[in-house]
């Protein structure tokens, strides 16, 4: 069984930073990839960032970062914007001790993010 935790949403006003984390743990053999994805009401999830991209509304804003010993991978948000109100998920693909050389995609519960004044 794996778990991912988020934490670290809340409300920010313009120009505010946050910093998001998202934890796995449980039987876990190997972390192959981990992103940051939103959704804003009414719209389609999308991918903020991973490893290898940021999307352009959020390059130069947003850093992605990742603590291996710890199994995760924290999103730090500087001058945001009320265009960044959503909820943030964390999505994870891993391999398990259960699922061996095969890698799964789990998602975090989300964390409400809201940029107000």
């Known amino acids: 069984q794996v778990q991912l935790v988020e934490s670290g949403g809340g409300l920010v006003q313009p120009g505010g930073s946050l910093r998001l984390s998202c934890a796995a743990s449980?039987?876990?053999?190997?972390?192959?990839?981990m992103a940051w994805y939103r959704q804003a009401p009414g719209k389609q999830r999308e991918l903020v960032a991973d490893s290898f991209s940021y999307a352009d509304s959020v390059k130069g804003r947003f850093t992605i970062s990742r603590d291996n010993a710890k199994n995760t991978v924290y999103l730090q948000m500087n001058s945001l914007k009320p265009e960044d109100t959503a909820v943030y998920y964390c999505?994870?693909?891993?391999?398990?001790?259960?699922?061996?050389?095969?890698?799964?995609?789990?998602w975090g519960q989300g964390t409400q993010v809201t940029v107000s004044s």
């Open positions: 999505k994870v693909n891993m391999q398990t001790l259960e699922s061996g050389v095969l890698g799964f995609d789990y």
């Open positions: 449980g039987s876990i053999f190997r972390i192959n990839y």
